[in-house]
């Protein structure tokens, strides 16, 4: 099987995880979770030259990115 196939699963597995997380409001592990989850759907996305699922995770990395950048930095 191809690594891009367990990459897949891997990023599936860390993007329920990180709803776990929200929904039990465990902050801000579960967003950098799903920061991970995002960034690895991305190269999941990029491999396969899937502009659906780039369209729903690429903006995710910069939304997620930036609400840490401010909890941490702020």
């Given amino acids: 099987m191809d ?3 367990y990459l ?3 990023a599936a597995i860390v993007i329920l995880t990180a709803i776990c997380l929200h929904s039990f409001d465990i902050y801000p ?3 950098m979770v799903h920061f991970t989850g995002a ?3 991305t190269i999941v996305g990029i491999k396969w030259k899937e502009g659906s ?3 729903n995770f690429v903006p ?3 939304i997620l990115g ?3 950048i401010y909890y941490f930095f702020n």
């Fill in 39 to 41: 960034i690895l759907w």
């Fill in 66 to 68: 930036s609400g840490l």
């Fill in 8 to 10: 897949k699963y891997l």
């Fill in 29 to 31: 592990l579960g967003v």
């Fill in 3 to 5: 690594l891009i196939v």
């Fill in 53 to 55: 699922i780039l369209l």
């Fill in 60 to 62: 995710q990395i910069f």
